[in-house]
């Protein structure tokens, strides 16, 4: 088992390890001394593992509500029954909600626990390759409103993360490699020798040193800049463009996957701009190509930067762009929105 100090406001341990699920209990006691549970998750995890966690919980007054999975369902009218679910079995701030699943229970189960009584602790389970790199760790929680993705949520750290990679053996492949697209990116932004290892060897038998270099790779930065003002923006490498991918493909391609493909394209631009030396986006494309992702979007270039000018992080025409000078050499590079489609 390898264990992870993140250092936020209110820290908290990540533990990583396979079979550490089985530990669930001792570890939520060494956090909190609390008589109930509140177990969140979606149909399709709850199917697969609901029994399992309730087993592993029996010591404790557990009370358990599944929602329907899928970004559809990642809304206000799932946040308002989850609350009256709470209330309904009289949790207190005492008590504690265990979020189990991908990232759409963590950031709904999240976004419901900072709200019920005005914050309640709550505790991580990711079940994707995805939530366990990267959503279960730094405490951004919410959920989707009609105009756009995760516009409602509240910074809301967890009081403790198990990730056990366990999980993973029922996960889709195509969900795997969304969470693949993250852990990319994390070589790209920060360490060559992930990078390396992805490239070079199989990420399946490298699984949980893989997942600990990620959630390390995040705590770093989420420490750095814990609500989101500076240094963390590096770990939006590949999103500006990954996002436009998602919008033009009306999302038929997943974010990771997106991010993936975004990551190739900002270093393409950034490389004919002569800004960055040529080779990475070359680098990023080969391992698209090793772990069967997707490569490109069929089509205008200059479409998805008009996607991208429409962006809500853009500060008026400025807009800040996260480039890599090469493999795990990332800066932040402010510039004019219409040097985009040059
Ligand atoms: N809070 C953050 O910092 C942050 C960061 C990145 C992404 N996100 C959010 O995370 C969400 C995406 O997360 P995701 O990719 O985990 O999606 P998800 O939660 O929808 O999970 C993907 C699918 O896999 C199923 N599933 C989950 N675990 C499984 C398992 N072990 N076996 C079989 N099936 C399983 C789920 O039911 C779902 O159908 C997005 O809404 C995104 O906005 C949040
Ligand atoms: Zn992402």
Redesign the pocket.
């Known amino acids: 088992m390898k264990n992870l100090f993140v250092k936020t406001s209110k820290p908290y341990d990540v533990k990583i390890g396979a079979g550490e699920i089985n530990n669930l209990a001792d570890y939520i006691k060494q956090v909190k001394n609390c008589n109930k549970i509140a177990i969140i998750t ?4 709850g199917g ?2 609901g029994k399992k966690i309730k087993d592993i919980l029996c010591d404790y007054d557990v009370c358990y509500h599944e929602f329907l ?3 559809g369902h ?1 809304t206000m009218d799932t946040v308002s029954s989850l609350l009256e679910f709470l209330a309904q079995n009289k949790l207190t701030r005492s008590d504690l909600v265990v979020a189990l ?7 709904v189960a ?1 976004f419901v626990s900072a709200s019920f009584l005005r914050g309640i602790d709550f505790v991580q389970i ?6 366990m790199v ?9 959920v ?1 409103l009609s105009c756009g ?2 516009l409602a ?1 509240a910074f809301h750290q967890p009081c403790l993360v198990v990730c056990d990679p366990d ?6 492949d195509e ?1 795997f490699k ?2 693949l697209g ?1 852990v990319i990116k994390y070589g790209c932004i920060s360490d060559k020798n992930l990078f390396d290892l992805l490239a070079t060897q199989d990420v399946h038998a490298n699984l949980e040193e893989v997942i600990y270099t990620c959630i390390k790779i995040k705590a770093d930065f989420v420490e750095q800049d814990e609500f989101d003002k500076g240094e963390r923006q590096k770990l939006n490498f590949g999103h500006t463009l990954g996002h436009a991918v998602e919008k033009v493909t009306d999302f038929k391609i ?3 996957q997106a991010v993936g493909v975004g990551m190739k394209l900002i270093c393409q631009w950034a490389e004919n701009q002569n800004l960055t030396a040529k080779g990475c986006a070359d680098k990023i494309d080969g391992m698209l190509a090793k772990y069967n992702m997707v490569r490109d979007v069929n089509c205008d270039k200059k479409l998805l930067w008009q996607t991208v000018t429409n962006d809500k992080k853009l500060k008026g025409k400025q807009i800040d762009l996260v480039l890599i000078k090469d493999i795990a050499d990332c800066i932040l590079y402010r510039t004019n929105i219409d040097d985009l489609t040059k």
């Not at 990711?126 to 939530?131: A, D, H, K, N, Q």
């Not at 990267?134 to 919410?142: A, F, H, I, L, N």
């Open positions: 979606d149909d399709v995890v697969l593992y999975h899928g970004e990642k699943g991908g990232g759409i229970a963590g950031d999240g990711p079940t994707t390759l995805l939530s990267d959503s279960s760790v730094g405490g951004k929680t919410g989707n993705k995760n949520g999980f993973l053996a029922t996960l889709p969900e969304n969470g993250e997943p974010h990771g």
